[in-house]
């Protein structure tokens, strides 16, 4: 059986850490206070970013090894594991924003906290800060450690989640700036995709799995699913998924052509399960049916 380091609650995580719990459901970790350890598998039951300083063991993800500049933030969701076994110590560095979902139940960011894509972000896909944007974040982590410190009180939560919220609104905001400031890498993912589907249609696959997924796309391309989506809608203000159906029209468009075969036929080549299915998605697309579409042309 593997061995993973499981971190069930923020009081077991700051132990580990040799930090203070000032509250049970949110902490902001100084890694600092660490003490070296060798390299593990760890499993975090709640919601975790890092903001890396320098090389750090715990940001090793699966068996892949990333080396990220200063100001980096890095996001998991809960029950994520992260790092590897080896025989080998580091000395943890950096800060960490850890917080149960517990905390944030019944409250707007508990309710759209599936909106923060970058938390099913692969860690290969992390943020990564300007000097103004790091400052920027280190204000809001003071800002939540300011009211970790004060006594208790009604106001605590209304104000740790606020501030975790408003963080998170950041992250989207300096997310978006990366995908426009890395426009050349992404240029080449979305080059990338247009040569995976052409592939894609000219081989069996089609017949012997079905009509490309988003998700098989994106693990063609090595990316997060949602990272992938995020990136496609940015750079093309259509879905992955829309960006899939237009191809499979035009795709369609050239086949219909193809006076040999029946629409269903086509239908059945491109990887539709039912011709109904094809018909549907046609009209929705072109306005017409593909046998109007022939018939047409």
Not at 15 to 34: C, G, I, M, R, Y
Not at 232 to 247: F, G, L, N
Not at 262 to 282: C, M, N, W
């Amino acid at each position: 059986m593997e061995d993973i380091i499981n971190f069930r609650n923020i009081k077991e995580y700051n132990a580990f850490n040799n930090n203070e719990t000032l509250h049970p459901l949110v902490s902001v970790v100084d890694l600092d206070k660490a003490e070296p350890r060798k390299l593990k598998r760890l499993r975090y039951e709640f919601y975790t970013v890092f903001l890396k300083k320098i090389h750090c063991g715990d940001l090793r993800y699966g068996l892949d090894h990333y080396d990220y500049e200063e100001g980096t933030l890095i996001f998991l969701a809960p029950g994520q594991v992260i790092g590897e076994n080896k025989d080998e110590y580091y000395q943890p560095q950096g800060i960490a924003l850890v917080f149960h979902p517990d905390l944030i139940a019944g409250t707007s960011l508990g309710k759209n906290i599936g909106d923060y894509h970058f938390f099913s972000y692969g860690v290969n896909e992390a943020l990564h800060l300007t000097e103004q944007e790091r400052k920027i974040i280190q204000d809001c982590f003071s800002k939540i450690e300011y009211e970790l410190q004060h006594a208790i009180d009604k106001h605590s939560k209304q104000l740790i989640v606020s501030n975790i919220e408003l963080f998170l609104n950041y992250c989207t905001r300096f997310y978006d700036r990366q995908f426009i400031t890395r426009e050349n890498v992404n240029k080449g993912v979305l080059e990338r995709f247009e040569q995976v589907l052409d592939h894609y249609f000219s081989s069996d696959k089609p017949q012997n799995i079905g009509l490309p997924s988003v998700s098989w796309c994106a693990e063609e391309l090595n990316l997060s699913s949602n990272y992938f989506g995020d990136l496609i809608k940015k750079e093309t203000r259509v879905s992955a998924q829309e960006y899939i159906q237009s191809k499979v029209i035009n795709v369609a468009k050239e086949r219909i052509f193809d006076n040999s075969k029946s629409i269903s036929e086509v239908a059945y080549d491109l990887g539709f399960k039912y011709p109904q299915h094809f018909t549907r998605l046609f009209k929705q697309k072109t306005g017409v049916t593909p046998v109007e579409y022939r018939n047409l042309n």
